[in-house]
């Protein structure tokens, strides 16, 4: 079982700056896949970026490119989000996942952390 906490959410000014933290426990993430996802009000929950745990390698959602950046730390087990540029839609709760890179679906859940930008 993988255990996820978050952290680094508030409130912003549009055009500023926060980093989410995502500490992992519980067992070994060399083979697993790392996301963050975000929930407005009023929305369905949507995908922001992912990051394998081992490798590396990203992907992002198009709303978010060039403005955000997911990273990972190994000795922390611990995954980033870095927030730049940040828009009034950019608000939601932001959620970081992990899933075993043989499933298709994400299957661990944080509790999720609040971002509001004001315009």
């Known amino acids: 079982q993988v255990q996820l906490v978050e952290s680094g959410g508030g409130v912003v000014q549009a055009g500023g700056s926060l980093r989410l933290s995502c500490v992992a426990s519980?067992?070994?993430?060399?083979?697993?896949?790392m996301a963050w996802f975000r929930q407005a009000p009023g929305k369905e929950r949507e995908f922001v970026a992912s990051?394998?745990?081992?490798?590396?390698?990203?992907n992002y959602a198009n709303s978010v490119k060039g403005r955000f950046t997911i990273s990972r730390d190994n000795a922390k087990n611990t995954v980033y989000l870095q927030m730049n540029s940040l828009k009034p839609e950019d608000t939601a709760v932001y959620y970081c996942?992990?899933?075993?890179?043989?499933?298709?679906?994400?299957?661990?859940w944080g509790q999720g952390t609040q971002v509001t930008v004001s315009s």
């Open positions: 996942a992990a899933r075993d890179l043989i499933l298709y679906e994400y299957d661990h």
């Open positions: 519980g067992r070994t993430l060399s083979n697993y896949a």
């Open positions: 990051i394998r745990w081992g490798g590396g390698s990203t």
